[in-house]
Nanobody, 115 residues
């Protein structure tokens, strides 16, 4: 059974930091590119960051470039999203999945940036 489980969200003040984790199972993690998306109510899910399966090349949405860092640990089947200098507009539910998208999502983890 293919599954991804996100964790690490929470409430943080503007300018703060959070690290999200996503543990994958049911597929060969080291052979899959991975990604983080986010979604706010009434809006489409937005691609935030991607990381390739092998050499770890990364790409970011312009809105998070320079503040967020995606990384992976193939030994732990885990992908991370380090988020620094958080802004209120980063408030969203964050999801991880494969890249390219293969049709499954986790339950997501809520990130709220507010004073």
């Amino acid at each position: 059974q293919v599954q991804v489980v996100e964790s690490g969200g929470g409430l943080v003040q503007p300018g703060g930091s959070l690290t999200l984790s996503c543990v994958a199972s049911g597929f060969t993690f080291s052979s899959a590119g991975m990604s983080w998306y986010r979604q706010t109510p009434g809006k489409e899910r937005e691609l935030v960051a991607t990381i390739s399966r092998t050499i770890g090349s990364t790409n970011y949405a312009d809105s998070v470039k320079g503040r967020f860092t995606i990384s992976r640990d193939n030994a732990k089947n885990t992908v991370y999203l380090q988020m620094n200098s958080l802004k209120p507009e980063d408030t969203a539910v964050y999801y991880c999945t494969t890249f390219p998208f293969l049709g499954f999502w986790g339950q997501g983890t809520q990130v709220t940036v507010s004073s």
